[in-house]
């Protein structure tokens, strides 16, 4: 069952990072290891080739509760500046904060395959949002899906093969070098905001970036 936590401590996230990269480790084991061949994290968009563009990268996890409401309030914000072609969007899914989380975050980027990742990651924070107690079993993970039009078949298959774990595998190790101690965390060109913050504190952000003309990411 989903339990939505809206403040989670250095320590607590640090285990679950922890607790969660062995449990994709043991399944990993029966299968080939590609995650040096793929970038970390989901891509909306190839980066753009110019130097006004901003690189935002979001640590977020289904099961908690600011990146619910980060989804709602503040990535509209940040994509429109996608839209327009100023900037490239990272979201790196980490599921470390239970089992659920985890398989919630490895049918999301199978939803990838299909060009829906986006599609699926919005309605299940929306769904998230509109009943904190929902159980997410996996049936109910794969009915979204349909509803959503993805193939379920196709969805299941990737599910089976297990091609995604590796991307959350390193999408949790980037979590650790990347020094994430609460979510949702986001890097706008290398300034890290950590947790959720007002609309303000992001707009504040991108304005000082692009005044400075600053391109270095400064993250991993």
Same mark, same amino acid.
């Given at each position: 069952m989903y339990k939505r936590r809206d403040?989670?401590?250095s320590t607590v996230i640090a285990h679950r *990072?922890?607790?969660?990269?062995i449990l994709i480790l043991t399944t990993l084991n029966t299968i080939s290891c590609t995650s040096n061949q793929s970038s970390p994290g989901h891509s909306i968009k190839e980066p753009h080739d110019t130097e006004s563009s901003l690189k935002?990268?979001?640590?977020?996890?289904?099961e908690c509760g600011a990146c619910g409401?980060?989804?709602?309030?503040?990535?509209?914000y940040l994509r429109e500046f996608e839209a327009a072609g100023n900037a490239h969007i990272e979201i790196r899914l980490v599921g470390a904060l239970s089992e659920e989380s985890l398989y919630a975050a490895e049918v999301a980027l199978c939803a990838t395959d299909q060009g829906k990742f986006l599609e699926y990651?919005?309605? *299940?924070?929306q769904a998230t949002r509109q009943n904190e107690d929902v159980v997410y079993s996996?049936?109910?993970l794969i009915d979204l899906a349909g509803s959503l039009g993805l193939d379920v078949q196709a969805l299941q298959k990737c599910l089976d093969s297990g091609t995604k774990k590796p991307e959350l595998e390193e999408n949790m190790e980037m979590a650790g070098i990347d020094s994430i101690r609460m979510l949702p965390t986001v890097f706008i060109n290398g300034i890290k905001i950590e947790g959720f913050k007002s609309l303000d504190t992001y707009i504040n952000?991108?304005?000082?970036?692009?005044a400075q003309g600053k391109i270095d990411t400064g993250e991993n």
């Open positions: 403040c989670i401590s *990072l922890t607790v969660s990269i935002i990268v979001i640590y977020t996890d289904f409401k980060f989804n709602l309030e503040i990535e509209p990651h919005d309605a *299940l924070f996996q049936e109910k952000v991108i304005d000082g970036v692009l």
